[in-house]
Every structure is written in structure tokens, then in C-alpha cells.
């Protein structure tokens, strides 16, 4: 059974800096699409990042030039490095996975595994 879990979310001031990170156990090696998504309260979940089995990466227009996805296969990990955080950045950040190797959509109905989520606060 396949499992992710998110860490690394926390309060910070506008400005700042945080890494997420998303462990996978179970058959991650079945798992070759990665992205990260976000949700604050009363809207709907939406893509942040996305990284195919080749690399191929799609961001948000809202973060891009902020954030960076990245994977360390061996490690079994997918990161967010996200900067110059804005208050409009504050929600619940959900890791997701795909069995298929080229899920690069930010629309969640896409993606067939999640994690939990962690939470980002950024304050002003």
C-alpha cells in the first residue's frame, strides 16, 4: 500500500523561506509523477508544482519564481523549496502521486495518491 507523508510546513513571516518534504513507502517504485498541491479554507484544492518521471516540471503562475520541486529517488522524497512566502501562501500542503509517467496536470482529479497533508502559515 502505497503511503505519503508531508513534513517540513510551519509559521513564518512574509518573506521567508520553508522545504517540504514528502516521503513515500509502500510501492513507490510503481509512482513516477509527483506534485505538490495546496488548499486553504473554503476554496478548492489547487496545483502548486508537478514533476514527471523525466523531470518535466509545471508550476503555478502564482509561485512561479518562488517555489522549486524536486525528487531524490533513492531517497524516496519529494521536496518544495519555497521562497519569498506571501500571506496568500497560507494553506494546507498536500503531496499527491501517479502511477503514469507523464502527470504533469495541477487540476487534483488527476492524481490518484495523497498524502495528509502539513501545514504553512505565513504571517505579515
Known amino acids: 500500500q502505497v503511503q505519503l507523508v508531508e513534513s517540513g510546513g510551519g509559521s513564518v513571516q512574509a518573506g521567508g523561506s520553508l522545504r517540504l518534504s514528502c516521503v513515500v513507502s509502500?510501492?513507490?517504485?510503481?509512482?513516477?509523477?509527483w506534485g505538490w498541491f495546496r488548499q486553504s479554507p473554503g476554496k478548492e484544492r489547487e496545483g502548486v508544482a508537478t514533476i514527471t518521471k523525466v523531470g518535466s516540471i509545471n508550476y503555478a503562475d502564482s509561485v512561479l519564481g518562488r517555489f522549486t520541486i524536486s525528487k531524490d529517488i533513492d531517497e524516496k522524497t519529494l521536496y518544495l523549496h519555497m521562497y519569498s512566502l506571501q500571506r496568500e501562501d497560507t494553506a494546507m500542503y498536500y503531496c499527491?502521486?501517479?502511477?503514469?509517467?507523464?502527470?504533469?496536470?495541477?487540476?487534483?482529479?488527476?492524481?490518484?495518491?495523497w498524502g495528509q497533508g502539513t501545514q504553512v502559515a505565513v504571517s505579515s
Open positions: 499527491a502521486a501517479d502511477p503514469r509517467p507523464d502527470i504533469s496536470s495541477l487540476l487534483p482529479g488527476f492524481w490518484q495518491y
Open positions: 509502500g510501492y513507490s517504485d510503481r509512482l513516477h509523477s
